[in-house]
């Protein structure tokens, strides 16, 4: 077989991204264009190759080849990614809270080697999901941050539950922030004995 192109880029392999050297052929004898999978994929391609008619459609086949072996050692599921984290916990020295929630679907990737891969999509949903960063194939960067932090399977009840819960802490911000900018407002609802949560606009009408 003639060698028609040589090219050395990175390819996702068990263990993440690997060198992986292409070589497209072309046969004399059949009239075909063909090009050697990697390794790691021989396990279960039983061929080990693409092969076309064209040197587009065996590019084509093997773009396609590489997505097809993905698919087949992943499984999919929604879900909810929450972190927690409160310094300190005790209030006589002030605290700080943050609470993060978001919708993902999540890709588990088991290869035949036996290593295990995670990756992370934003789903659009009532949570806002833009300060969950992720790193491809990784867990979500609080992963390793003190606090409490999980994965749980997506349900309509637990999105909503989480909405309540960032909804509730931000009212609770926005009146504190509020009520803090004058202090006659402050004390006029100190001095009455009232709830954060008794309270509505602190605006005059």
Not at 27 to 51: A, C, H, Q
Not at 124 to 138: K, P, V
Not at 186 to 196: F, P, Q, S, V
Request: with cysteine.
């Amino acid at each position: 077989m003639a060698v028609i192109h040589r090219d050395t880029f990175q390819v996702e392999g068990p263990n993440g991204r690997e060198d992986y050297t292409q070589v497209v052929k072309y046969s004399l004898k059949s009239f075909k264009f063909t090009i050697d999978l990697p390794d790691f994929m021989k396990d279960v391609w039983v061929k080990g190759f693409v092969e076309a008619d064209t040197y587009k459609e065996v590019s084509k086949a093997f773009k396609s080849a590489m997505n097809d072996y993905r698919n087949l050692c992943s499984t999919f599921r929604q879900v909810i990614l929450y972190s927690v984290t409160s310094d300190p916990v005790d209030s006589r020295y002030g605290c700080t809270l943050k609470v993060i929630a978001a919708v993902y679907s999540e890709r588990v990737t088991k290869y035949p080697s036996g290593s295990e891969r995670l990756d992370y999509t934003p789903v659009e949903s009532s949570l806002a999901s833009s300060h969950l960063r992720t790193h491809r194939g990784q867990w979500p960067t609080w992963n390793d941050e003190p606090g409490n932090h999980g994965v749980l399977d997506w349900t309509e009840q637990r999105e909503t539950f989480f909405k309540y819960v960032l909804d509730t802490l931000a009212e609770l911000t926005r009146r504190v922030n509020e009520i803090t900018k004058d202090e006659k407002t402050l004390l006029g609802i100190a001095d009455a004995g009232l709830l954060l949560t008794e309270v509505g606009s602190t605006k005059e009408g």
